[in-house]
């Protein structure tokens, strides 16, 4: 008898790729970060057969969650068509069994690169958003070592520096997107790099967001209920992409978080990035029976926790003045 | 640089009308038998530092004598192998700062403490703006209205004799004077009790150094500032300082008013010191 | 539109994967074969980035990448991700090896004398382009084959390292008794934090991108680290795998596979400071420039691209790799953000005209490069 023989033959994958062992440690981890909102949990992260960098952290988080009733929706940029998004949905359906969806309020699990949906996500949804920078210090203190230290002494003050800068030099924060938040005012949080539009979606939310960053090894949450607020002094607000002059070319709509099309003429067209949204938009357009959700931003551009985004700064004033 | 920026605006009193402060108050800085060890050598070995409010105590010594170290235990930067340091300040005053657990000693070094280094590297982000370096020091104490940062920051630099035009410029492209003017800037923000120097004009032009030194002795005056100098340069440590210890192989070998010991020293390490300068 | 279609993206990825295939051959069970018996070193490498000994697995994603090293090692560890854990074999020391090269710069002789073994090193790097016309030199031919020594080699060699430690050269280690293999800190299964336990250092450079590995040990090398290292001793050896008989708890050899280590030494305080690295396969580059690195991140404020964190982060090939080619991904949501502040920040610094086509492009540029220092990558 050889060993060969003694073998077994060659198995098919887990259930959900992952083993058990991994999954029981990440499942663990998760709970670590909703029990400390905003801290930045290390994990192993188990290589996956996607590239690192491409949703891999993401990835490990729905693949130890999903379960065959589950529902998944995933998005690359707000699109669920994205080659990204289809990739990563064929595996995690190909691996689950899942159902999907590119309907928000149908979907139990959403995992996103760099967006959050534009309708309010309710209790008993997951959001898992792809990281590629979980540490928002990284930019002041690029040693992990020392950065942990910072949070653990909630020494933020490089941070702040950071803007104060911007503000000297151009007059306003220039931060983009991953925006630093404050999270249940203790941990400095990057939210992945999704617009400023959708960082006030994460405040006192309905839903659980879970965010992962594979490579780097680290996750975190936000809780459902949690305060989560941007970086902002007193007296200069924090300001959300202004887009409030476009308007959808497909559906008319207007103040929703937009992509720009740039023109052979010089000029742009407009669409919604939210290709869920807006295919439910086309939709009930064409008369058919679609649900379509309360959105966190209304059709004026308000957004549904009142006054958590303070009054847009006129152009011409200066923090400075 | 000249007396015309007004740098009396940020400061209540005028103490420098009273009775010298010397005779009437305890001192502030207490520190006794202070010892460091690196490895086998003792770079400090049982020193005493006594400082009174408002007076500006030098220290001077050749490089390795350990003066720069004393410093750095008065920073609590390092920790001390030995030695019990103590400032008169009301919530501090019973307390051994050497006993403090690092986020108290990070408080006392943020707001009772400044610093000045030969190095601005040390003590400066060289490519944020000179009123941001300043204002981190504002920051840290959770200030978060930029209006007042910027305000506070500004009047800090214009303290410290920094031309207000340059404020936004980064140290990056600051000359070495205009440099040691942000340290001194970022020092003082917080209306520290105690300054600590640490060769603040080493490497600058003798005409630059003569205006710096000016600058410090106008703070000392118009402020109650208790300053600790340390210089291998006798003639910083005559322009500025009221009293010095001279230290040599982590000892003080001798100390007293600036005058006395510079013309008269008695220690032979001393007179050669100040025959060497002469 | 087309990379970001509304529809039809899944299909096109599908395309666009079959595509890849169709302008290559094939693979076939010979083909992977073929790979495992002429190219060792290659599959090697394979396994010991993928840290995952399987030469015949290994060889078929040599070939199913079409030889794209860093896909053929991603395939290796998304494997191996798979795979559950039966047994922890024996530690092994350099007693238990079977030695084939074993050599030392360090000394002129050493004990148990310096063993050449397979090397390329002083071959004449000409191509052989007689193999191409077909004229290959015969298996037969006796110039292809190795003449037998008169003395049959040692198996089992000491250390070089052992040697030195009894002259009191290098500083004694404790070395336990026994050692439960689970208790190893393993760098697969834990997070890593800094500074990394030495388990997790060893194992992160075991399994590091060779090219990595070498650009960070040639700085050193060459001057931008601060020691220079002495090879004491570099060894190719076969190590037997024992594990536990699950039932009779005998232990039994599982297979043997190839494995490397080298010592590099440099002039410390009062003795010689040591560096090490051992991998799966041979891959002497690596060992020496990996164990060079070793001795770097010991070092009490070394260079800060040789420190640990940095060494250990950026040497990792699946991330690296991964993390390069993700720049490809749509990034348009994170620069339409950046984008909105940008066209506020002309508008406030040019004034509203400047916002348009008249922008003078070199202002502009200038203060582009300005904002660099306090604006923070938000694009990735």
Redesign the interface.
Known sequence: MSLIELAQPNQGYSYAFLDAFAKRELRRRILKGIAIPGYQVPYASRELPIARGWGTGGLQVTLSLVGPDDTVKVIDQGADDSVNAANLRRFITRMSGAETTTDANQATIIQSRHRITEEILREGQTLVLQVPNPEPLRRVEPDMAKARILHADADYGQMWLVLYEQLVRFGRYIQGASYPVMVHERFVMAPSPIPRWDTPDLHQSAHLTLLSAGREKRLYAVPPYTNVYPLEFTDVPFEVEDQSEWACRTTGERNKFMNELPQDDGSSVFELSDTGYMEKLVNHQRGEDVTIGTTYYDSEGQFYHDGYLKPRRSRQESPDA | MTDTSNPGAVVKSHPMLDAPIINRVPPLVVARNLTKYYGSIKAVDGVDVIAYPGEILGIVGESGSGKSTVLRLLNLEEPANGGVYHLQINSLANTNLFDLDR?DK?DVRVHHIGIVYQNPHLGL?M???A??NV??RL??TGE????T??SKSNASLQASEFPIDRV?D?PSVLSGGMQQRVQLAKAIALQPELLLLDEPTTGLDVSIQATVLDTLKRIQRLRTITMILVSHDLGVIRTLADRVMVMRNGRVVEQGLTDQILEDPQDPYTQQLVHAKL | MAYVATKGGEKAIQESEKLYHQLKKPVTPEFVQEIMDTMPYLVDRVMGEGSLYAPELAALALAQSGGDLYEAVLLLRAYRSTQPRLAYAKPITVDDMLTLRRISAAFKDIPGGQVLGPSLDYSHRILDLNILDGIAASEDDEDTQVEAAEKPAATRYPLVADWLRQQGMIAAIDVPEEIDAADIPDVTRDPVMMPAPRAHRLQALARADTGGVLALGYASMRGYGFIHPTVNELRLAYADVQVKHPVTGEPFSAGRVRVSQAEVVTKGKSTYKIGFTATMGWNEVKLIAGATLDMEMSQADPHPALNEDFVLYHTEPIESSGFCIHFKLPHYVTFSSGMDNMRKVINVLYGAAAAGKDADDREVEAEESKTSEVVTKDTM
């Open positions: 986020f990070r982000r490519r944020y703006s009123s941001g204002a981190e920051l840290i978060r209205t930029f209006g940062l910027r936004d980064p």
